[in-house]
């Protein structure tokens, strides 16, 4: 894996092949870099780069590893020298990691994408725009739809920090999409990924050694296997198409059914209770359960992959049901989520 400074990345090696240039923000994260590692393998790119301030966690060949912080407006000088013609913007914070508060949440996600559209509007190569966003979008709500299409992200308000986030970041993109038609922007809106190798909220909340529960309530939950996450990045970047996709695997799986399936005792509690005891189990050491996961853990929420399907051309091989069996089978045995790799 080569390096770069924060003074930029060095000229492209091997400038006589007519292969496509492709950078990667968050590269250090487990989609980022294992993104990095399958575009390397594929004789169409001719250049890799990926953008982080930590480095990828597994061996790189040859992506160039440039070191920066996206907030820094030096970003805007970081990427047009590399000459790319394809952005994947994988940094969107979708929970404050440790000593990360929400402010500095908001600060990665939505001044980090007005610093990486800045540096776009500084390299005309620019061809596809490729963002790994959420179906959090939608938010839950009690009366959803059984099944959300793309054009019902303003169905109801966006009731948290990360929603808001979210809805900003698709702001932004559309508004540079506008400007510079030639441009395609494909915002991929992912579900709750899961699997044996991710620390996902999922996942977290399944090492819960009690999971609470809204008594009452049993959402069901659509989830988006790892591998499939990883492979509809693929497909975007290959394929990509204009607007918003939704990510996830078919089908959905009660919260009851997966926790007897994950074979974790629950505890149903009265909904003004839910908050305390979750905050409580967060200072006692347990993982934190953010604001909109709790609501999902609430109300559940369904997303309709058509356009995946029809036009990026991906059909994920995991269903919700067989991402939850692939996580249990391949979890046992394995260290806590915490250990794992970030998504």
């Known amino acids: 894996m080569k390096t770069s400074a924060t003074e930029g990345p060095g000229p492209s090696h091997g400038a006589d092949v007519a292969g496509r240039r492709i950078l990667i923000t968050g590269v250090g994260s487990f989609f980022g870099a294992r993104l990095a590692r399958r575009l390397e393998a594929d004789p169409d790119f001719e250049?890799?780069?990926?953008?982080?301030?930590?480095?990828?966690?597994?061996?790189?060949?040859?992506?160039?590893?440039?070191?920066?912080?996206?907030?820094?407006?030096?970003?805007?000088?970081?990427v047009p020298p590399t000459r790319v013609d394809t952005i994947v913007h994988n940094q969107i914070v979708r929970r404050p990691g440790p000593?990360?508060?929400?402010?500095?949440?908001?600060?990665?996600?939505?001044?980090?994408?007005l610093?990486?559209?800045?540096?776009?509007?500084?390299?005309?190569?620019i061809r596809n725009l490729v963002v790994r966003g959420s179906a959090g979008i939608y938010g839950a709500e009690p009366h959803a739809p059984q099944f959300f299409s793309e054009d019902m992200a303003r169905l109801y308000p966006l009731r948290t920090r990360f929603q808001r986030d979210v809805g900003e970041i698709e702001n932004l993109f559309a508004t540079h999409s506008r400007r510079h038609p030639h441009?395609?922007?494909?915002?991929?809106r992912y579900q709750p990924a899961i699997g044996p190798s991710l620390d996902s909220q999922v996942a977290r909340y399944l090492s819960l050694p009690v999971a609470p529960t809204y008594l009452g309530f049993d959402p069901r939950l659509q989830l988006v296997h790892e591998e499939d996450g990883l492979?509809?990045?693929?497909?975007?970047?290959?394929?990509?198409?204009?607007?918003?996709?939704?990510?996830?695997g078919p089908g959905t799986i009660g919260l009851s059914r997966l926790l007897r399936m994950a074979r974790r005792m629950s505890l149903p509690v009265l909904g003004p209770l839910f908050g305390p005891i979750a905050d409580g189990m967060r200072r006692a050491g347990h993982a934190e359960l953010s604001t909109d996961f709790r609501r999902l853990l609430r109300y559940g929420r369904g997303v309709d992959t058509h356009r995946l399907q029809h036009e990026v051309g991906f059909n994920p091989s995991f269903t919700t049901l067989a991402a939850v069996q692939d996580?249990?089978?391949?979890?046992?045995?394995?260290?806590?989520?915490?250990?794992?790799?970030?998504a």
């Open 47 to 78: 250049y890799v780069a990926g953008l982080d301030t930590r480095p990828p966690g597994i061996e790189l060949r040859r992506t160039e590893y440039i070191h920066a912080d996206i907030r820094d407006p030096a970003v805007a000088g970081l």
């Open 115 to 125: 610093q990486l559209l800045a540096a776009c509007e500084k390299t005309p190569e």
């Open 231 to 248: 492979e509809a990045l693929v497909a975007a970047v290959h394929r990509p198409v204009r607007g918003a996709v939704n990510v996830a």
């Open 183 to 188: 441009v395609v922007c494909t915002m991929l």
């Open 327 to 342: 996580y249990i089978s391949g979890s046992a045995g394995r260290p806590a989520p915490a250990s794992r790799a970030l």
């Open 99 to 113: 000593g990360m508060s929400s402010a500095a949440m908001h600060d990665v996600n939505v001044i980090g994408s």
